[in-house]
């Protein structure tokens, strides 16, 4: 039988969670006017909205144990989808420049891409006294994003917090930077290649869930 006294710290903490999102909508919502404005010459990117849903947040929290659940930066985010490399980089500027004020953080994951391979650009702002994380993509770094969350959830091996077994990672890793290669116009080096073709056997056992 659960102890009472358990139950009603459980419920506790939930309140304050959803409580704690909820109060990150009406500053997301602002931010997101406030970024459109600075988007409009890249005429109509992308640009999509969400709360972190409560079980990510836990699950956050268990990652992260010594984390505090108001220093978390993404329970609101931001994610603009811009046409290149140079876009993410002059909206970055200016935001950079006109928002210094505001800005909490800023992390160029493109020139220091995470262990995982995933690429972007991103920018924790304070608005209300509430942070909010924007993630400025383009259409390439958003792809690869998509698909290792796709994976994370299918195969529930968390692809995009660096986990799982080491020749799946490392199959994203190489495929991020083959993604890198292309926008920047560059060949992709012969030795990448080989070694996505040695572990393309081995990812059928992977992917081939997709048809089950």
């Known amino acids: 039988m659960e102890d009472p006294d358990v139950v009603r710290g459980l419920i506790a903490a939930n309140d304050v969670i959803e409580w704690w999102r909820r109060t990150h909508a009406y500053p997301l919502t602002k931010v997101n006017a406030g970024l459109r404005h600075y988007l409009n010459p890249y005429g109509r990117p992308s640009v999509t909205q969400r709360l972190k849903k409560w079980p990510t947040i836990i699950y956050k929290l268990q990652r992260?144990?010594?984390?505090?659940?108001?220093?978390?930066?993404?329970?609101?985010?931001?994610?603009?989808?811009?046409?290149?490399?140079?876009?993410?980089?002059?909206?970055?500027q200016r935001l950079g420049r006109n928002w210094r004020s505001r800005l909490?953080?800023?992390?160029?994951?493109?020139?220091?891409?995470?262990?995982?391979?995933?690429?972007?650009?991103?920018?924790?702002?304070?608005?209300?006294?509430?942070?909010?994380?924007?993630?400025?993509?383009?259409?390439?770094?958003d792809m690869w994003a998509q698909s290792a969350e796709e994976d994370t959830a299918r195969l529930g091996l968390g692809l995009k917090f660096g986990l799982g077994p080491d020749d799946l990672r490392e199959y994203y890793r190489l495929m991020a930077d083959v993604v890198a290669a292309r926008e920047e116009g560059k060949l992709v080096d012969e030795g990448l290649v080989a070694r996505l073709a040695e572990l393309h056997p081995q990812m059928r056992r992977y992917f081939s869930r997709h048809r089950e």
């Open 64 to 92: 992260h144990p010594t984390m505090r659940l108001s220093a978390m930066q993404d329970v609101g985010g931001l994610r603009a989808i811009l046409p290149n490399q140079l876009a993410v980089d002059e909206i970055a």
């Open 104 to 141: 909490a953080a800023e992390n160029d994951y493109v020139r220091q891409p995470k262990e995982s391979g995933y690429r972007a650009v991103h920018l924790v702002v304070n608005q209300d006294e509430r942070r909010i994380e924007l993630q400025l993509r383009t259409p390439w770094q």
